[in-house]
């Protein structure tokens, strides 16, 4: 089973330039996370989608941070404009359904590493 | 206060050691808590999770559950070289949209 896949790696920007992540879920998983790590830090959340809704943004910057997850599958998290303190690791997860997440079947990509200089 | 607490360390423990991680928490909604390994530039991967409070093993892992203390622990026994990670305890409730919250992580390094 292919895991979770993450675009790109890595990514080095300007403040004030923009970037955007890409995610392909594991196939069937309902739900999809996108998690910032930042160094020393655990993973925050940063919005959860359940299929190509919106279950829980609270945490997401929307004044710079925006992500869609069109069809219910794929998703993208844009940045713009980017601040230095957005340098991070940004993680995509999924789960088969929300509930799952309980007994940690949470499965992550290897992440999106991104420096704003 | 962080609603978990995790010390970051760095921990360095030669092979063979009995390594012990620990977190608390102050969310007593908490029901669900998980052990999360993530090596360097990878994303984490769940090692065990434990309901409520208790003991829970799996090979040379033990997970540990006080919730009375707020209070749970992972115990790596005869520690390896591949053991050399950071570990994240995370936790969630049942209510509240499943929620998981996650520690800070304590980086392991286990020395030949």
């Known amino acids: 089973e292919a895991g979770v896949a993450q675009s790109p790696r890595y990514k080095i920007i300007e403040k004030r330039q923009s970037v955007a992540f890409w995610c392909n879920p594991i196939?069937?998983?309902?739900?999809l996370y996108w998690y910032q790590q930042i160094l020393g830090q655990g993973p925050k959340l940063l919005i959860q989608?359940?299929?190509?809704?919106?279950?829980?943004d609270s945490q997401l910057p929307k004044d710079r941070f925006s992500a869609e997850r069109l069809k219910g599958v794929d998703s993208t998290l844009k940045i713009q404009p980017a601040k230095l303190e957005d340098s991070a690791v940004y993680l995509c997860?999924?789960?088969?359904?929300?509930?799952?997440?309980?007994?940690?079947?949470?499965?992550f990509g290897e992440g999106s590493r991104l420096t704003v200089l | 206060q962080k609603e978990v607490e995790q010390d970051p360390g760095p921990l360095s423990v030669p092979e063979g050691a009995i390594v012990s991680l620990n977190c608390t928490y102050s969310?007593?909604?908490?029901?669900?808590f998980m052990w999360y390994r993530q090596y360097s530039r990878k994303g984490p991967e769940l090692l065990m999770y434990?309901?409520?409070?208790g003991n829970k093993e799996d090979g040379r892992f033990t997970a540990q559950v006080d919730k009375s203390s707020k209070y749970i622990s992972l115990f790596i026994r005869d520690s390896q070289p591949s053991d050399s990670a950071t570990y994240l305890c995370?936790?969630?409730?049942?209510?509240?949209?499943?929620?998981?919250?996650f520690g800070a992580g304590t980086r392991l390094f286990v020395k030949a």
């Open positions: 997860a999924s789960s088969p359904r929300r509930e799952t997440v309980l007994t940690g079947e949470l499965f």
């Open positions: 196939s069937g998983h309902a739900t």
């Open positions: 989608f359940q299929n190509n809704g919106v279950v829980d």
């Open positions: 969310n007593s909604a908490f029901q669900y």
């Open positions: 434990t309901y409520s409070s």
């Open positions: 995370a936790m969630t409730a049942n209510t509240g949209g499943f929620k998981t919250i």
